[in-house]
């Protein structure tokens, strides 16, 4: 079992940043991808970013050049760094752990109850 918990979310203004992070519980942090996922009122969830067990990682493309997802196995953390924040990223952000990340979140076993960024213009 691996619990997740988010914290880094709060309110921006445009062109600000914020820094994500996720805690995991347990022993095996090192063995699962990591992604991180977002959701914004009336709309479906969507990947943002995933990191692999090996470091490789990948993007939406609304987030290319602006976000920078990191993983820390030391520390059971993984990290996503957002630069250059928009309005259009407002949204609930969620923590993911898996075998691997899928692009719709399907078969990801574990979630974070997510932390609300809020970006204004």
């Known amino acids: 079992q691996v619990q997740l918990v988010e914290s880094g979310g709060g309110l921006v203004q445009a062109g600000g940043s914020l820094r994500l992070s996720c805690a995991a519980s347990?022993?095996?942090?090192?063995?699962?991808?990591m992604g991180w996922f977002r959701q914004a009122p009336g709309k479906q969830r969507e990947l943002v970013a995933g990191i692999t067990t090996s470091g490789s990682t990948n993007y939406a493309d609304s987030v290319k050049g602006r976000f920078t997802i990191s993983r820390d196995n030391a520390k059971n953390t993984v990290y996503l760094q957002m630069n250059s924040l928009k309005p259009e990223d407002m949204a609930v952000y969620y923590c993911?752990?898996?075998?691997?990340?899928?692009?719709?979140?399907?078969?990801?076993?574990?979630w974070g109850k997510g932390t609300l960024v809020t970006v204004s213009s």
């Open positions: 993911a752990a898996g075998g691997y990340i899928t692009t719709m979140g399907s078969a990801i076993p574990y």
């Open positions: 347990g022993r095996t942090f090192s063995s699962f991808a």
